[in-house]
């Protein structure tokens, strides 16, 4: 009995000094200070997101945060805020962080904004470091009016972990109009000393005219060097000029030169050309030139030339022409020549022509001198009439170095058929008998 009256004075004690509380009471408090707490946080993060008071209308969107850590090292980072108020202006942001196990960071801040009357905003900026201290940055903006003035550009850099370089930079501006002007540079320096330069250039304006031009450097890490110019233009009449330009030199002296011309007009006139140079370190040169025409009634001509010589002395020279008129004539010619370093010698020469009713005429010319002196000369003729008729010649020649030697003479007509005769000569060039 004292024990039960005990355990009584003592409970009551201990609920009169707090000890023991109420567990609904606790349990009631507890979601009251979870509540409040939820409600501070919620409020922290709309404050954050939206700084300024709102006015009527606006709506925004809070923030949204994103942390992302692998099990391998590496973690990510990122955010979103959304802005948009009662007149229409818009505002959008975009933050990423990023960090590989292997040392690799990145990081990409983009921004959009757009007013109530449709003008436009844009940039974004990226940044990257590589695992062996290369880096690279990229910046890009974007503009538009209501107007629909535009424009644009793109600005890259580049360090390699060698310590090479590279930088681009790219703009386009259009305007209401429609206009159109764009270029792009480049620019470039290799680890071991080697440097490249570009140049791009476009404009096109509303009435359809366009001009572009192209503009390329380039010097080896060994002293040499490389030079292109292109060019090109059209009218709104649809006249077309293009060139190309091209200069090298080589490390060891070697060098070339080539250029290139094409124009075409409204009416469907066209030529074309092409001359090259080159120049070996050793002495060695070569010298091509093309022409090449079209007129409007479909006449075409082309021809080229082409000299050679080898540093040894031997030369070599080649030329050849081509027309074709609107009839269906065509008419070809063709002339070679080259000397050896030890006094050989040798030329030939060829014709062909043939009419829009389908005759033709073909004929060679050969002559030639060996080192010792001796000397040969071939002469065919061949041509054939629209009815089939054919008619064939050729003479052979071959003197010795003494003067002395033999001639032989072929020939052939569809009525005839076939001959040959031959004979032979002294050193003064009277005919005695054939050994």
């Known amino acids: ?52 008071h709102n006015k009527p209308g606006d709506a925004h969107a809070a923030a949204k ?11 990510y980072r990122g955010g979103k805020n959304i802005r948009r108020d009662g007149e229409g202006n818009v505002q959008a942001r975009r933050r990423q962080q990023f960090q590989k196990p292997d040392g690799t960071m990145g990081s990409r801040h983009q ?21 062996e201290g290369g880096r690279a940055a990229v910046n890009k903006n974007y503009n538009r009016d209501t107007d629909g003035n535009v424009n644009a550009n793109v600005r890259k850099r580049g360090v390699g972990p060698e310590g090479g370089r590279a930088a681009v930079n790219k703009n386009y501006n259009r305007d ?18 080697g440097r490249a330069a570009v140049n791009k250039n476009y404009n096109r304006d509303t009435d359809g005219n366009v001009n572009a031009n192209v503009r390329r450097r380039g010097v080896g890490p060994e002293g040499g060097r490389a030079a292109v110019n292109k060019n090109y233009n059209r009218d709104t009449d649809g006249n077309v000029n293009a060139n190309v330009d091209k200069k090298i030199r080589g490390s060891q002296g070697g060098t070339a030169d080539i250029r290139k011309d094409y124009s075409r007009d409204a009416a469907g006139n066209v030529n074309a050309g092409s001359d090259k140079s080159f120049a070996g370190p050793n002495g060695g040169s070569r010298d091509i030139s093309r022409d090449y025409s079209k007129d409007a009634d479909g006449n075409v001509s082309k021809s080229m030339d082409k000299s050679t010589t080898a540093p040894n002395g031997a030369t070599r020279d ?15 010619s063709a002339s070679y020549s080259s000397t050896g370093p030890n006094g050989a010698s040798k030329e ?54 003494k003067g002395s030697g033999y001639q032989v003479d072929s020939s052939y007509n569809s009525d005839d058929g076939y001959s040959r005769s031959g004979s032979c000569f002294n050193s003064d060039g009277e005919q005695i008998h054939c050994p």
């Open 348 to 401: 030939v020469t060829k014709t062909y022509t043939k009419d829009a009713e389908g005759n033709v005429t073909h004929s060679v010319d050969k002559s030639g001198t060996a080192p010792g002196g001796s000397t040969w000369d071939v002469d065919k003729d061949y041509s054939r009439n629209a009815d089939g008729h054919v008619d064939a010649s050729a003479q052979k020649t071959f003197t010795n170095p």
């Open 1 to 52: 009995m004292k024990k039960i009256l005990a355990s009584v004075l003592m409970l009551g004690m201990l609920l009169s000094t707090g000890i023991f509380v109420d567990t609904e009471a606790a349990q009631r408090r507890g979601k009251q200070v979870q509540r409040n707490h939820n409600g501070n946080a919620a409020h922290r993060q709309n404050h954050q997101a939206n700084r300024h």
């Open 111 to 131: 921004h959009v904004s757009r007013d109530g009357q449709g003008n436009v905003n844009a940039h974004a900026r990226k940044r990257g470091v590589g695992p």
């Open 65 to 75: 945060r994103q942390r992302i850590h692998t099990h391998d090292g590496g973690h």
């Open 176 to 193: 209401a109009d429609g206009n159109v002007n764009a270029n792009v540079r480049r620019r470039g320096v290799g680890p071991e000393g």
């Open 318 to 332: 080649v030329s050849k022409d081509v027309s074709r008129d609107a009839d269906g004539n065509v008419s070809k």
